[in-house]
Structures are given as structure tokens and as C-alpha cells.
């Protein structure tokens, strides 16, 4: 039916390097002389430039790069709305702080809540055994398109509240299926790398964004809101977000295949080793179990106690900009700081977790994002300081986003893989969610600077407190290998029987 029917339903094979037991293919190579990061040929067998391209091709499989076309497309429509509706609604509609970290907290819960259901949903198998993971992201997609041309009709904030909540709702019903499926397609010894790849090409589109949004308010002729006046700019950049996220829909729906096999899986074999039979129908509640996984558990325990006191990126941007006195009109270019720097950093960062742990650099993009919150509230200020603070926040992201989705999907087996994800990201979600209230809170009784300053405290104590939790002894955090699968990674993986 769709272009991606069309190609081959299985996930890339694993490297016969990668493969315990397996030496050298009978090309002229000598043995095996330890890990290999690609299934390029070795020196004599070809230039080793064509060795690191095909590393490289073997690392990141073409599912994962469609999929990055479509977040960046999707996240270009997304980013259009958001990076000029906290101006709009605080300084055009009079909302208060405190109404405003509600709204904002809305964005965070209404994902989080379907979430779990995302992810239960996409890996329930449909009469052809294959798992949902694009058909409920195709949905989660879709309803999301829908939403952007509905802000041309809502003036309220109720309503523009209800759209907002419709909008994160599709939001969270894709989120776990998505990741599912770069984690099913990828090599578990690149996972870093690839959720990197796919984290920079969703921040490339953050980056175009508020900069398309900044043109079509300045080809439509319409200012900024200060006064709740012309909205002809707004209604041009909420039009011109729905026809992006259509394309978004389509690119999924033509060049995502269907089927996907998890990485490393022998052909005939089921989906991971001691997997539960196939005509096994998940329950909700055996998500949940899942928790009793140890390594997800502390993944999770550390993602709601960091989410509690990460403010939100649109707080953050107030504050740097009120702390300037930016004119308001370059409000929405504050985002390219921090995508920028996501954008560039995100690759390295992925594939550097790969090496050392992706547990342990989780913890240092939060030490990072404690250091942005100490240049904000330091007396130092210009727009260096600024700048210093933007790519201290877009550097947090390239160390945390992708990366804890990686560590998450080393944790459970293929056939549970968005449910897993899915309770991860929910903690994390529900967890910024009552950040936002409490921010929010604490901006409008005492103001931004010292809720600023009580949120980084409180940052320290929860980066010392993660790495407690995630802190155990070394025979438990030797990784464990699946029988037949590829190398574990040096993660502290821990995958059920």
C-alpha cells in the first residue's frame, strides 16, 4: 500500500563481527582482534575512508534516518507555535505566571498520561503478528497535525489550553513507538549513536522552527502581540505550521516500513531471547510490571527525581530574555541558542555514551544544566553570558535526551520495548509537569530569580541523589548478553530472562 511495503521488513543484521563466536569472513582478513565499531574491511581489504563510511551506515540503518526526517519536519511545525505562544499568551492575553506554568505543565502531563498507552498499544500485534509501533505513530503524528490549524479558530485560554492538550496527547502517543522502532533497528552497541543522530535531526527542525515562525510574522506583515492587537502574523504562522505537519504524516506513512525485526535477531527467532509466545497479548498492567526490572526501576526513580527540578524551557527563555530586556519581536529566536548547540553536539555525545556509559553521561548533561542555572543567576550579563547559557541548555539536551532512551532500551526485551520506554518517559514527563506548577508557582510569590535559585539547589541535591540510585556494586552491572545476541554494551544493561 505505502513505498515502505515495499522494502524489507527486517532490521539490519547484526555484523559477524559483533556476533560472540564469530571471526573474520573468509576475505583474506586475519582473526578477529577484538570489538569492532562497523562492517567496514579492515586495512588491506580497501580505503579506510570506505571502512568508517560503512561503520557508520551499519550504526545508523535507514529507518532511523527516515524517522529523523520525520521528527524534523514535525518538530519545524511544533516549534513554529511554540516559540511564539508564551509572548502571546503572557504579555498579549495578560496571563500570570502561575497561569502560565499551568498551561505549560499541561504540555508536559497530557503527553505523559497517554504515554503509557503509546506505548501498550504499539506493541500489541495485529492479525499479522507484527507489532503497531507506526500505525499508533501515525496516529500520535496525525493528531497533531490536526491540531495546528485550530489556533486560527481559539482566542481563549481555555481553549488554547484544550488544543494545546489535544495537540500533547498526540505527542505522547508516538514518542515510545517512535524510539521502539530506532531501538528495534539498531545494533545495541550503537544505540548512542543512532538515538543521537535521530535527536539532531528532530533539533534541526527546533532550529527552523521559531526561525520560520520569525519570518512569516515578518512577510505577513502582522507584529508581534503586545497589546492583543493584529493577529494576522500569528493566524499566517499557525496556518503555515499545519501544512508542515502534514508532511511530516506523509513521510512516515511512505518511507517507514511497517515490520521491524529487533536488531541482532537471528532469522526465524523470535523477537529476544525468553520472549513471551507471539500470539501473547501484552496487558497494561504487565507494562507496568516491568518496573520490577531493576535497571529500568532506577533509570525511572532517576528520571522523575532530575525531572522534578528541570524548569522548563519556556520559563528559562523568560528569564533570559526579561534579564536582558530583549526586545520582544526577538523572543522567538532565544530557542536557536539551545538547538543549536543540541544540533552539534548531539552525535559526538550519542556516540560517546556508547564508550563510556550511557548512565553516567545522563548524569553529566543534568551537572551541565546545573551549570546554565549558575551563569543565569551569577552577576555576570551581556549577551555573551546569554549565549553561554543557551548552549550550556542545548548541551544538556544532546547529553540527556536520546541518550536516556538508549539506556532504557538495553533494559527490556524487544517484544515489551515501547512500554518501556514509554514508563520512563512518563516518569520524566510527569515529573516536569509538577515543575512547571511549582515554577510557576514560586516565580509569581517570590519571583524569577530566587525561584530560579531554589530550583538549582535543589537540581544538586537530586544529581547526588540519581547517582546514588544509580550506583551499585560491580557484579551487578556487568552487562548481560541475550544467548545468540551481539556484545553487550558497557552500559549496565540488565535484560530479563
Not at 505562544?85 to 502531563?109: A, M, V, W
Request: aromatic share 4%; net charge positive; glycine share 14%.
Amino acid at each position: 500500500m505505502y513505498v515502505a511495503d515495499s522494502r524489507s521488513s527486517k532490521a539490519p543484521v547484526a555484523p559477524a563481527e559483533t556476533r560472540p563466536g564469530r571471526r573474520e569472513a573468509a576475505d583474506g582478513a586475519g582473526p578477529a582482534d577484538g570489538p569492532r565499531t562497523g562492517d567496514g574491511p579492515r586495512a588491506g581489504d580497501g580505503p579506510r575512508a570506505a571502512g568508517r563510511r560503512t561503520a557508520v551506515r551499519a550504526a545508523v540503518p535507514g529507518t532511523v534516518v527516515a524517522l529523523g526526517v520525520v521528527s524534523l519536519v514535525t518538530d519545524v511545525s511544533s516549534e513554529m507555535v511554540s516559540a511564539v505562544l508564551p509572548l502571546y499568551l503572557l504579555t498579549g492575553l495578560g496571563l500570570s505566571p502561575l497561569g502560565f506554568g499551568l498551561l505549560d505543565g499541561i504540555q508536559n502531563g497530557f503527553s505523559a498520561l497517554v504515554r503509557l498507552l503509546g506505548g501498550h498499544l504499539a506493541d500489541r500485534r495485529g492479525r499479522d503478528g507484527a507489532p503497531r509501533h507506526k500505525a499508533v505513530a501515525a496516529v500520535g503524528y496525525g493528531l497533531s497535525a490536526l491540531c495546528k490549524p485550530l489556533l486560527l479558530l481559539v482566542h481563549t485560554v481555555p481553549l488554547i489550553g484544550a488544543v494545546v492538550a489535544v495537540d500533547r496527547t498526540g505527542k505522547g502517543l508516538r514518542t515510545a513507538p517512535r524510539d521502539a522502532m530506532i531501538s528495534l533497528a539498531t545494533e545495541p552497541a550503537h544505540r548512542g549513536r543512532a538515538f543521537g543522530v535521530h535527536r539532531a535531526m528532530d533539533t534541526a527542525g527546533a532550529l527552523l522552527g521559531p526561525l520560520t515562525a520569525f519570518l512569516v510574522l515578518r512577510l505577513a506583515g502582522g507584529p508581534m502581540l503586545a497589546d492583543g492587537g493584529q493577529q494576522q502574523g500569528y493566524h499566517a504562522v499557525f496556518a503555515v505550521s499545519g501544512c508542515v505537519a502534514v508532511l511530516g504524516v506523509l513521510v512516515l506513512l511512505l518511507f517507514v516500513p511497517n515490520r521491524l525485526a529487533a536488531a541482532g535477531t537471528p532469522e526465524g527467532a523470535g523477537p529476544s531471547s525468553g520472549a513471551a509466545p507471539s500470539d501473547a497479548r501484552p496487558r497494561l498492567r504487565d507494562g507496568l510490571a516491568l518496573l520490577r526490572v531493576p535497571g529500568l526501576r532506577r533509570l525511572t526513580v532517576c528520571a522523575v527525581l532530575l525531572g522534578l527540578t528541570t524548569v522548563s524551557d519556556s520559563f528559562l527563555y523568560l528569564l533570559v530574555q526579561r534579564r536582558l530586556g530583549l526586545a520582544v519581536e526577538y523572543f522567538p529566536l532565544l530557542p536557536l541558542g539551545t538547538a543549536g548547540a543540541f544540533l552539534l553536539l548531539a552525535v559526538p555525545l550519542g556516540a560517546l555514551a556508547d564508550r563510556i556509559g550511557r548512565r553516567r553521561l545522563f548524569l553529566a548533561g543534568h551537572g551541565v544544566l546545573l551549570l546554565a542555572y549558575g551563569l543565569l543567576l551569577s552577576p555576570l550579563d551581556g549577551p555573551a553570558a546569554v549565549v553561554c547559557v543557551l548552549l550550556l541548555h542545548g548541551s544538556f539536551y544532546a547529553a540527556t535526551d536520546g541518550v536516556l532512551a538508549a539506556a532504557a532500551a538495553d533494559t527490556v526485551p524487544a517484544e515489551r520495548r515501547g512500554a518501556g520506554l514509554a514508563l520512563v518517559g512518563t516518569g520524566q514527563a510527569l515529573a516536569r509537569f509538577a515543575c512547571s506548577l511549582a515554577f510557576g508557582a514560586l516565580w509569581s510569590a517570590v519571583g524569577g530569580t530566587t525561584a530560579l535559585t531554589w530550583s538549582a539547589l535543589a537540581l544538586a541535591g537530586c544529581v547526588t541523589g540519581a547517582a546514588f540510585v544509580l550506583h551499585e556494586p560491580a557484579a551487578a552491572a556487568a552487562p548481560v548478553a541475550a544467548p545468540g545476541g551481539p556484545a553487550p554494551t558497557t552500559d549496565d544493561s540488565e535484560v530479563p530472562s
